[in-house]
């Protein structure tokens, strides 16, 4: 798929990229962004060069993972990384951590929204899932206020730093949104 750029009322979200090497090394050294992802810890420019720099820009070729670089819609620093990774048969999860002072202004969950509305009406995405472990509150709150539905938790569902994890799962389909799907939903009747 070719790189896309799309807007929300205050955002701009953008393909990651090697311009943003310095700002995700820099919102990354955050002690919980490195505690609640499976980011490298610690996170050296080595890690930003590779990751903003190639796996990103190679990821939106190969149509494996599309990440973007949440921005001020008018101009303004790196907000939050966000992205969804192809995990097949129509089905993505969606990822995401916001830098440390942009926290808490609702930024992540409108662009977490416009990237789901994006994902379902253009890449062919009919299950977006989202996925955190047990404790990170933060995601968890993002993740409701964008319209995911919790399904439960999955016992050693993750793996980060070495160590399984237990997981949080929830997912938003397109009719949470309004919006039609690729294939018919049959939901289970008691």
Do not use: C
């Not at 750029?5 to 943003?20: A, F, V």
């Not at 609640?36 to 080595?46: F, L, N």
């Not at 793996?159 to 237990?166: A, E, I, L, P, Q």
Request: aromatic fraction near 8%.
């Amino acid at each position: 798929m070719e790189p896309v750029t799309l807007t929300s009322e205050r955002l701009l979200l953008r393909p990651l990229g090697p311009q943003d090497i310095d700002a995700v090394h820099e919102g990354a050294q955050d002690p919980a962004v490195q505690r609640w992802t499976t980011i490298p810890s610690p996170y050296a420019r080595s890690d930003a060069e590779t990751f903003a720099g190639e796996i990103a820009p190679q990821a939106w070729k190969s149509g494996t993972e599309y990440s973007f670089a949440v921005l001020p819609r008018d101009g303004g620093p790196l907000l939050a990384v966000t992205g969804v990774m192809a995990r097949g048969s129509g089905t993505a999860e969606i990822g995401f951590w916001a830098v440390a002072e942009h926290r808490g202004r609702g930024y992540v969950t409108e662009a977490v929204v416009r990237l789901a509305r994006w994902a379902f009406t253009e890449a062919g995405i009919d299950r977006l899932e989202w996925r955190a472990e047990v404790g990170n509150t933060g995601s968890r709150a993002v993740a409701e206020r964008a319209g995911f539905t919790l399904e439960g938790t999955l016992r050693a569902g993750s793996v980060n730093k070495g160590t399984r994890r237990d997981t949080w799962i929830g997912a938003l389909l397109p009719s949470d949104l309004g919006l039609p799907s690729v294939l018919p939903h049959l939901p289970a009747r008691d």
